[in-house]
């Protein structure tokens, strides 16, 4: 498994936030998430919203940085990308 997080570039609620993925499956996504102290809520159907005072630890807990566009492609790469359309058609969360 691979758990990659891009860098915190997104201001909101007065922080700045990254996100976290898995290239190989939600479980293990969950299973490193609740290690590392995410709240359940800071998951976001494919991914977790992550402030940026917890990115040093989660690199350090064996996360691996790479930028935006990369974290993307290979989150679509691994089938777990929740597109926009299904995002729209999901009920809110």
Known sequence: MTVLIDPPLWPRHGRVWGHMVSDQSLEEL??????AGLPARAFDRDHYDVPQDMHADLIARGAVLV???ELVRR???????????????????
């Open 75 to 93: 989150l679509r790469a691994s089938g777990l990308r929740v597109t926009s359309a299904q995002r729209r058609a999901a009920p809110p969360r």
């Open 67 to 69: 930028d935006g566009r």
């Open 30 to 35: 969950h299973e490193f998430a609740r290690a």
